[in-house]
């Protein structure tokens, strides 16, 4: 069992940035697959990052490449998204997840936080 709870959303101007952390519960931490997803209003939940066991390969949608990083402190058990450049595009409610299969799929993840709100104001 993982239990996940993000924090650092809030509301920032186009061209800023934010730090988004997903502190997880449980021993197995390291075993898992993290990675984050967003939702927009009226939008399906899409993928964002993802960063294997390891945290040795990473993987990102082609619309954050370049201006999101994710990470993730073993000690900690806690995973990180940097944003960067930030666009009014990038506003959404962001899900952090765990799964042993990982990928780009909402199906590759079986544990899901509750979401941090983000918003971008151009």
């Known amino acids: 069992q993982v239990q996940l709870v993000e924090s650092g959303g809030g509301l920032v101007q186009a061209g800023g940035s934010l730090r988004l952390s997903c502190a997880a519960s449980?021993?197995?931490?390291?075993?898992?697959?993290m990675g984050w997803f967003r939702q927009a209003p009226g939008k399906e939940r899409e993928f964002v990052a993802a960063?294997?066991?390891?945290?040795?390969?990473?993987n990102y949608a082609d619309s954050v490449k370049g201006r999101f990083t994710i990470s993730r402190d073993y000690a900690k058990n806690t995973v990180y998204l940097q944003m960067n450049s930030l666009k009014p595009e990038d506003t959404a409610v962001y899900y952090c997840?765990?799964?042993?299969?990982?990928?780009?799929?909402?199906?590759?993840?079986?544990?899901w936080g509750q979401g941090t709100q983000v918003t971008v104001s151009s």
């Open positions: 997840a765990a799964g042993t299969v990982g990928g780009t799929s909402l199906r590759g993840y079986g544990y």
């Open positions: 449980g021993r197995t931490f390291s075993r898992y697959v």
């Open positions: 960063i294997n066991w390891s945290g040795g390969s990473t």
